[in-house]
């Protein structure tokens, strides 16, 4: 009975590993595919014709997203502010 329960856990055990595997290929293959980028701000991955592109000097690409963006025009808004009063 015992030796049954045994092997039976070894094998869910082993198709548990072999699915985990599977799941790591898969998604290590999409990022490949997708042409996504990393956000250089908050890290998160979109569709690379959705980030602002900006060089800095000859070889280092930064990506930007909208939504980080749009927090630094919020920023960069409050800092005019302060300085106008
Ligand atoms: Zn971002």
């Known amino acids: 009975m ?5 092997i039976v856990f070894l094998i869910l055990l082993l ?3 072999f699915y985990g595997w599977g ?4 998604r290590s293959g999409q990022t ?3 042409e996504g980028e990393k956000c250089s701000l908050c890290r998160g991955q979109f ?5 602002i592109e900006r060089e800095v000097g000859d070889f280092k690409l930064f990506y930007f997203c909208i939504e980080c963006i ?3 025009a919020n ?3 409050q800092l005019s ?3 106008h009063q």
């Open 2 to 6: 015992y030796v049954t329960l045994t």
């Open 15 to 17: 198709l548990f590993v």
């Open 23 to 26: 799941l790591i290929m898969r």
């Open 32 to 34: 490949d595919d997708q």
């Open 47 to 51: 569709p690379k014709d959705t980030l």
């Open 70 to 72: 749009k927090g630094l």
């Open 75 to 77: 920023d960069a808004k």
């Open 81 to 83: 502010d302060h300085s």
